[in-house]
């Protein structure tokens, strides 16, 4: 089975808050591992950056349903390709809110094109490299 990667950002309507978050962690968790997806979603300045991997016709499936998701809206695809490997295959579903640790900070600083969390201003490439250092930084405990 041939594995692909999907890459989308959202904006989170107004009045979101962790109790919605955490919500979408279980029910996300809940559902991918059902189908054999992997992923992460970050959240910070009200912005979504979620990866999606899986097969492709999953991930289709699942993607067009978190557009239906009215928590967020603006959803833009930024990348949708095949992969070699799995980057994220620790987690069914992974929710990391951005805080303003140092760590975290220094990261979006080196992608982002302004002091405040703004993927949609990255490419695919960028997005990815952003997710996997902040899965790295989670990993070390640096971030919950």
Do not use: C
Not at 31 to 41: S, Y
């Amino acid at each position: 089975m041939a594995l692909y990667r999907l890459i989308y950002v959202s904006q989170a309507v107004a009045g979101l808050e962790y109790p919605d978050l955490v919500e979408i962690l279980e029910k996300s968790e809940r559902n991918n591992k059902k189908v054999g997806i992997t992923g992460m979603l970050s959240f910070g300045d009200s912005m979504f950056l979620q990866v999606l991997e899986g097969s492709r016709r999953v991930i289709s499936q699942t993607y067009n349903r978190i557009l239906l998701d009215k928590r967020h809206v603006n959803a833009e695809l930024i990348d949708f390709s095949e992969i070699e490997h799995r980057d994220f295959a620790l987690w069914s579903m992974k929710v990391v809110q951005l805080g303003t640790q140092a760590e975290v900070r220094d990261i979006i600083l080196k992608y982002s094109s302004t002091d405040t969390f703004s993927p949609i201003s990255m490419t695919g490439r960028q997005s990815l490299n952003f997710l996997r250092e902040l899965t790295e930084i989670y990993q070390k405990g640096i971030v919950s």
